[in-house]
């Protein structure tokens, strides 16, 4: 059995266990390979531990950089209560409109807003919004621009606030310094920053399964 088989099946396996089918989430995995959405979404147990941070952090509102499908939107909205609010800012309208149908399909598209175009202009808008600050903000964009991402995160949470990196490994990339490619600069950039800040505590984890090789970084906002 090769490496990434046995990766596979490990997977397949705490999926059945820890995260069994559920018809929405299946019917957003069809209909965002119906679309040709690219298939870089979240794995099932990932999402699932999306919902447990989010559960774990009693979040009562999200902000995700990177909509998709709406795949993890869904896990992360089903951690909210009746009254919270997921903000999800995704580049591509047509990846947006996928998203909001199956965001509806799963009864969540009132506590769901999706916002379209560049997150780095949509960003902005929302701050000059003055919204209270979220309680977690999940980051799963473009590469390039999370060291970016993770200041605005900073600039719209507060003490006590999780920012979720996603995908900070690269396979390993991220290690390799002859590798400078505009994702891996930008998890770098990204990782050095949680290092440095003064208003952040964080860690990353590398992990492999039915995506590969990757990893995520956490970061708790301090005073």
Request: aromatic share 6%; glycine share 8%; net charge negative.
């Amino acid at each position: 059995m090769s490496e990434s088989q046995l990766w596979d099946d490990v997977d397949a396996y705490f999926n059945a266990h820890l995260s069994p089918d559920d018809p929405a989430l299946e019917a957003a995995l069809r209909e965002s390979e119906a679309a040709q959405l690219p298939q870089v979404n979240v794995t099932a147990n990932q999402g699932k531990l999306l919902q447990l941070l989010a559960q774990i952090q009693g979040a009562r509102t999200i902000l995700e950089i990177g909509t998709l499908g709406g795949y993890s939107t869904i896990w992360l909205a089903r951690a909210l209560p009746a009254d919270g609010r997921l903000v999800t800012l995704e580049y591509s309208a047509r990846h947006a409109e996928v998203a909001t149908r199956n965001l509806a399909r799963a009864g969540l598209d009132a506590l769901v807003d999706v916002r379209v175009g560049p997150a780095l202009e949509s960003l902005p808008k929302l701050a000059d919004e003055n919204p209270a600050p979220f309680d977690l903000v999940f980051i799963d964009a473009d590469k390039g621009n999370n060291p970016h991402y993770l200041e605005w995160a900073l600039k719209l949470t507060s003490t006590g606030s999780l920012i979720v990196l996603d995908n900070v490994v690269r396979g390993g990339r991220v290690a390799d310094p002859d590798d400078t490619a505009d994702d891996v600069r930008g998890t770098r950039a990204a990782i050095e920053l949680i290092g440095a800040h003064p208003r952040l505590s964080g860690t990353a984890i590398q992990t492999v399964g039915s995506k590969g090789y990757d990893g995520f970084a956490l970061a708790r906002v301090l005073a």
